[in-house]
């Protein structure tokens, strides 16, 4: 039958044993890690992201003796994902955006649409 063990003079043997079991240990530990890592990164892309900017209340404005109250129409927004991560991506003047794969975004329509022309919105 073969040895489990090495010889009593082999150190290179024991050594070699050694780092067996100790790279056996790192590979556990390394392995529970990239488990947590993709759990949380799953539990990521079920979040929305909201891409609308908060925009200030309108105030009513006193026209001669009457109060006027302005009418908000609501921004036509959708929610997508993209098929591809994108970095520091301009759409509009001065609006800049990162997107990852997979993730969720919750945008203004015309957002949405300048995505999808470029094919980067799963459908």
Same mark, same amino acid.
């Given at each position: 039958?073969?040895?489990?063990?090495?010889?009593?003079?082999?150190?290179?043997?024991?050594?070699?044993?050694?780092?067996?079991?100790?790279?056996?240990? *790192?590979?556990?530990?390394?392995?529970?890690?990239?488990?947590?890592?993709?759990?949380?990164?799953?539990?990521?892309?079920?979040?929305?992201?909201?891409?609308?900017?908060?925009?200030?209340?309108?105030?009513?404005?006193?026209?001669?003796?009457?109060?006027?109250?302005?009418?908000?129409?609501?921004?036509?927004?959708?929610?997508?994902?993209?098929?591809?991560?994108?970095?520091?991506?301009?759409?509009?003047?001065?609006?800049? &955006?990162?997107?990852?794969?997979?993730?969720? &975004?919750?945008?203004?329509?015309?957002?949405?649409?300048?995505?999808? *022309?470029?094919?980067?919105? &799963?459908?």
């Amino acid at each position: 039958m073969p040895r489990s063990q090495t010889r009593h003079g082999d150190f290179t043997g024991k050594v070699k044993e050694q780092n067996t079991v100790e790279h056996a240990q *790192e590979v556990q530990e390394r392995a529970a890690e990239m488990a947590m890592a993709t759990a949380s990164i799953e539990a990521a892309k079920d979040e929305v992201i909201d891409l609308t900017a908060p925009k200030p209340a309108p105030e009513a404005e006193s026209v001669g003796d009457v109060e006027v109250s302005p009418i908000t129409v609501e921004d036509d927004l959708v929610s997508f994902r993209v098929n591809t991560t994108l970095e520091q991506v301009t759409i509009g003047a001065g609006n800049h &955006y990162d997107f990852v794969e997979g993730q969720q &975004y919750r945008a203004p329509r015309w957002v949405y649409k300048h995505l999808d *022309e470029k094919g980067v919105v &799963y459908h």
